[in-house]
């Protein structure tokens, strides 16, 4: 009996000392993460943290948009006693206008921010002035610390912190900094929770002169808007990206139009007019259907169904050759190859050339058109094309085609962004990318660039565009100790790209001018669209600017001579 208590308490002992165990291995080990969290957050204060933006850097890691530290100026209307006496002090020591500032306090608010950007004056005469529900904090901006220069390109940063248009746009969550909760004092965990960097391929000295000169044919010419684009023809790297006009992104709030907020070189249909010849003859030659040196005679104009095409200004050139008709800028020429490759060939290489699909840049908004008319199949629509009406591209598309000249026949994509360095991805260049599947869009370089033409076509192409540029209408391109190559094109603007409901092309023009130099061993193309100039011809417009900016780069970059 003695032994049965006994053993009775001895039971009972173990099993609330198993109990106790249990419950502690349930405590210390199974649950000891939420433990642990709950006693730090009894123990230690924590703080959430908005990660700095991502910088943007020009190719010489020039700074092109950053988050800079700031004192800024806000109020609490609710608590400001004497509103009129508040407005007026804000408005003497800030300089903003004592309207707009008594505006904001008679919202019902708990915050209206007034200004960013204090100055250290402006800061301590608020702080002295002391006023109730007046405000002077900390904060952090977005800066665009080269003003205007390559605006459309890198977008900004608009309402609600979120990207908008280029770079900003296309590219915010890797740029966007990352909430974190950290302990006071982590030093760390700012630097965890900052956003991507990214590095553009932009030359900004040959960028600043390429914008120079679009706003000096502004004034000069009357242009209308206009873009130049540089690119190595060998890789697809963008040296410059220029648009006019462009906006300044520290005030984007006060721009009133926000087209021009659009980046016509990817955002903007034209038509190429004259430089799709070389397109449409090199298409001829590959196929073997011509020669540079095949000829035809020219009466003045070509009829195709109940239409007929004229060459530019009733020009009757009589026998010439291919090559002529590129120096000549003959209709008619561009007519006859097109008929010698025959339409469904000829579409086949439009496609090719990239002409109907967009080029992946890494720019938001980037569009491009389907040609539906085009496709429709009539003869007419075809003819039109081979000289550069009728068929829609961007700037970017057409810079993209005409690389296969410079690259003995392979088509370089263009891309704008060198590399990423931090945020969501790491260190991202499409040299660190394993694979086509790796790459980001828009990053790096293609692994290999497509072959459209054949190298020996050309190499035939390329020799004829130097005879443009040597005995053609392009002669103004000329730079002595160098062969350059190139094509002048001067086409009708529709009335339904003006905003006319109309059929038909109006009298304005698009004027351009895309080449490539040292002509036999390609460093730069360089293309230039100028919307409506003052002038007749591209000959007199957009051929001047390319032989200055690429006078330019031959001094900048010290590129050897090819003769004496």
Sequence with gaps: MRNWRLNFVLVIIILFGAAIICRLVYLQIIQAGYYGAMAKGQQKLFQPLQGLRGNIFFKDNRILAADINEKYLFVCPDDVEDKKYTAEKLSEITGLEEKLIAKKLEKESMFERLKDDLTEEESQSLEDLNLPGVYVKDGVSR??????????????????????????????????????????????????????????????????????????????????????????????????????????????????????????????????????????????????????????????????????????????????????????????????????????????????????????????????????ELKKGYEINYATASFGQGIAITPIQMIRAFSIFANGGKMANPYIVEKIVGGPVSNVSRSDAGGESERIQGVGPEISAKEIISPKTASQVAAMLVSVVEDGYAKAARIPGYYLAGKTGTAQIPWSAIGVNKEGYSDETWQSFIGFGPAFNPKFIIFIKLDNPETKTAEYSAVPIFRELAKYIIDYWQIPPDYE
């Design 143 to 372: 800066k665009y610390l080269q003003g205007s220069v390559a605006s459309q390109v890198v977008g900004f940063l608009g309402g609600e912190s979120a990207g908008q248009y280029g770079i900003e746009g296309f590219y915010d969550d890797i740029l966007r900094g990352k909430i974190t909760f950290f302990e006071r004092g982590d030093n760390s965990a700012e630097k965890e929770s900052k956003g991507g960097d990214i590095y553009l391929t932009l030359d900004y000295n040959i960028q600043f002169v390429a914008e120079k000169l679009l706003e000096k044919a502004g004034s000069e010419l009357g242009v209308e808007s206009g873009q130049i684009i540089v690119m190595d023809p060998n890789s697809g790297k963008i040296a410059v990206l220029a648009n006019f006009p462009n906006f300044e992104p520290n005030n984007y709030a006060k721009v009133k139009d926000f087209q021009v907020f659009q980046n016509g070189a990817v955002q903007k249909l034209f038509e190429p007019g004259s430089i799709m010849k070389p397109l449409t003859i090199a298409s001829a030659i590959n196929e073997g259907k011509i020669s540079p040196n095949t000829s035809y005679v020219d009466a003045g104009k070509l009829k195709i169904g109940g239409y007929t095409i004229y060459n530019y200004d009733n020009r009757i050139w009589g026998k010439k050759t291919m090559t002529e008709v590129l120096e000549k800028s003959i209709n008619t020429g561009a007519v006859f190859a097109e008929s010698q490759l025959g339409s469904e060939l000829f579409m086949e290489y439009l496609n090719n050339f990239g002409f109907f699909s967009p080029t992946g840049i890494g720019l938001q908004g980037e569009i491009y058109s389907e040609n539906k």
